[in-house]
C-alpha cells in the first residue's frame, strides 16, 4: 500500500486531499497544528500527526516514524491580507515561514524517507504567485517563493529518483476566504493610511470565493495527476487556475495594474 504525508489537514484543501487519497487505497499520514483536529483526522481513520511545520525536532521524529515515503504533499499555509506596509516585516515573516520555508524544513527532513522510495513531492502553491494582486502581496510573494523553489528542487532532486510537482489552486470552496478575511480585519484600522480604501481590501480578502471549484474536485484532479506514470511539473485546478495566469501572460504589465486598481479601489488618490 503506498503511504502518503499531507501537511495542513484541519479542514478545506488539505482534509479533501486526505479524503481523496484514503479512499484511492493509500496508506494517508494527515497532519494538523491542534490536538482537538489531530483528534478528529484519528477518528476519521487517518494516521494523525499534530505537526508545527517548523518544528525541527518534531520533523525528525516524525522521519523516523515513517520509514519510506512515497508522496509528501506540502499543504500547510494561510493567506494573509492587507496593505504591505501595514504589516511590516513581521506578517511577511509569519507569512514566508509558514508557506515557504515549511516546505523545504519538511521536505528535507523527509528527504531519506523519500528518497528510498524514490517518491514525489507535491507542493501546493497558488495562482496568486503568477498573478500579483494589491492587498494580498505577503501571500502573493510568498507563493511565487513556491514556484521558483520547486522548480529548483525538481532539478536537485531529478538524480535520487525524487519528483516535484507544483499544484497552482484557482478559487477552491474552503474556508481560506474566512481566515483571510480575519487576518485583513487585524490590520484595517482607522490609523492606516489604507482606512479609507478598507472595501478594496475586504474584497481582495473574499476573491478566493469567486465562484468555487469543491475541494473534492480538486483534490481528485491532485489525485489523478498524482498516479500518472510521469507525474505534470505543474497543475492548474479551479475556477480562475488557467483564465488568471492566462491575464498575467498576455495583457501589458500597465493595463492589468490599472484592471486590478480598479477592482480593489485604487484608482483614485489619497
Request: hydrophobic content about 45%; glycine content about 10%; some cysteine.
Amino acid at each position: 500500500m503506498p503511504n502518503v504525508l499531507i501537511t495542513g489537514c484541519s479542514s478545506g484543501i488539505g482534509r479533501a486531499l486526505a479524503d481523496a487519497f484514503k479512499a484511492a487505497g493509500y496508506d494517508v499520514w494527515a497532519s494538523a497544528r491542534r490536538q482537538d483536529d489531530v483528534a478528529g483526522l484519528s477518528a476519521a481513520g487517518f494516521n494523525a500527526v499534530q505537526l508545527d511545520v517548523n518544528d525541527n525536532a518534531a520533523l525528525q521524529r516524525l522521519a523516523e516514524q515513517l520509514g519510506e515515503l512515497d508522496v509528501l504533499v506540502n499543504n500547510a499555509g494561510y493567506g494573509a491580507m492587507g496593505p504591505l506596509l501595514d504589516g511590516g516585516t513581521d506578517a511577511m515573516q509569519r507569512q514566508f515561514e509558514t508557506n515557504v520555508f515549511s516546505i523545504v524544513g519538511v521536505t528535507q527532513a523527509l528527504f531519506p524517507a523519500l528518497r528510498r522510495s524514490k517518491g514525489l513531492v507535491v507542493n501546493i502553491g497558488s495562482v496568486s504567485g503568477v498573478l500579483v494582486t494589491p492587498f494580498a502581496g505577503a501571500y502573493c510573494a510568498s507563493k511565487a517563493a513556491v514556484h521558483a523553489l520547486s522548480d529548483a528542487l525538481r532539478m536537485e532532486l531529478a538524480p535520487f529518483g525524487v519528483r516535484v510537482m507544483e499544484v497552482q489552486p484557482g478559487a477552491i470552496n474552503t474556508s481560506f476566504a474566512k481566515n483571510a478575511g480575519a487576518q485583513a480585519e487585524l490590520l484595517i484600522n482607522e490609523q492606516s493610511p489604507w482606512w479609507p480604501l478598507r472595501d478594496g481590501i475586504r474584497a481582495r480578502s473574499q476573491a478566493s470565493q469567486d465562484k468555487p471549484t469543491p475541494a473534492n474536485v480538486f483534490a481528485a484532479d491532485v489525485l489523478k495527476a498524482v498516479q500518472q506514470k510521469e507525474p505534470a511539473r505543474l497543475l492548474r485546478s479551479g475556477n480562475g487556475s488557467r483564465a488568471l495566469p492566462l491575464m498575467a501572460a498576455l495583457l501589458p504589465k500597465g493595463l492589468l495594474e490599472k484592471v486590478l486598481k480598479k477592482r480593489f479601489g485604487l484608482s483614485g488618490s489619497l
